[in-house]
């Protein structure tokens, strides 16, 4: 990762009970084991300080995007299997099979890219061959399929695979059924080729929590993991991990009618205080949430004033009291009245995931657990 330089007046905590609450939730939820997802360093919440807390709470497996990612958490002592599922044919995958790091593979290109490398350096590669079941990204189509096992259990009989898994990713609601069925013709299409994989998986966080009948050998939550709930319509208790805040640096008061950011899409209607806040959207507030969003300020919650730029947004606080130095809390659990990521979320027509990735690096994060129920010196907990 590049050197960043944190801001000085803003930071994420991350609370790691939080983390270890959600996971237990999802173990409880399901007899499948649980692999916690931490792609994207850990949903821009540390991915190692997340997988710990989740391997140390019932998640036994860890996902990520990148080979990269994965090496990454093996680096830092972390020894739990990991899946890895978005690669090129064209890369090394030699490092990553080194370190016990398992693959996706989607097509008989990347297979027997992977198998080749296993091969070179003596080493059986364990794979899950990932099946297209609707969502038409990743994973091979049904007619690819056939051919895909067959080499599958070619190269197992050389040794150089081992099918450990065999997967898929579910597109919405509203297809899942459609999805099982296509998903259990691919395993049935894969034993009939002579694999024998341990795992089967397709559930994300809204599966693991509402879909049973998709839960398998083992499910991939999340989103949830951060604790937003996967959908709205029914809260399960997740807790959110993330609560971004800044201190006020500048606070004025001014008379009606003045003019609030860039173009003035906002002019006070009557004499206020304006407060700064020193977050932007470099920092991943996003732009477009400006007309909606609120934060909260010693428990009360204010308006955006006017354009969120890139390094600072206004708060209209009106005649409330507040000082320089005083801490704006731009989204958390909701638990103390704070706006969430949902709600942010909902003020930027996004989903929550874009918001929580979104956090930039000059946000330091600052990790909190049971013991330790304190923030910790920033030098130690930027992140990994
Ligand atoms: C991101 C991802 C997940 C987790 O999905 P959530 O909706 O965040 O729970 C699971 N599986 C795959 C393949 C993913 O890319």
Known sequence: MNETIASPHAHAVVDLDAVAHN?????????????????????????????????????????????????????????????????????????????????????????SAVADCAARL???????????????????RPEEWPGLV?????????????????????????????????????VAVARGAGLRPEIRHLANSAAALGAPQTHYELVRPGIGLYGVEPDPRHIFGLQGAMTLRARLILVKRVPAGSGVSYEHDYVTDRETTLALVPLGYADGLPWAAARHAEVSIGGRRFPVAGRIAMDQFVVDVGDAGVRIGDEAVVFGPGTGGEPTVADWARWANTVP????????????????????RRAEEPEESLRV
């Open 353 to 372: 995931h874009e918001i929580i990735t979104g956090i930039g690096p000059r946000v330091a994060r600052r990790y909190v657990h049971a013991c330790a």
């Open 23 to 111: 996971t237990a939730l999802f173990t409880a939820a399901t007899k499948a084991a649980v692999m916690a997802v931490v792609k994207a360093d850990g949903f821009g919440h540390g991915a190692v300080w997340v997988a710990r807390a989740a391997l140390s709470s019932g998640a036994t497996w860890l996902g990520v995007t990148t080979c990269a990612e994965a090496l990454h958490l093996r680096a830092s002592g972390i020894t739990a299997p990991i899946l890895s599922w978005m690669h090129s044919p064209l890369e090394d995958f030699g490092p990553a099979l080194l370190a016990n790091v398992d693959i996706s593979v989607s097509s008989r290109e990347h297979l």
């Open 150 to 186: 067959r080499l599958a259990r070619d190269l197992e009989i050389a040794r150089h695979v081992r099918v450990r898994g065999v997967w898929s990713h579910l597109v919405a609601e509203g297809m899942t059924r459609l999805q099982v069925k296509l998903f259990d013709e691919a």
């Open 122 to 140: 003596g080493v059986t590669a364990d794979v899950h061959l990932k099946a297209d079941t609707g969502l038409h990204r990743n994973g091979a």
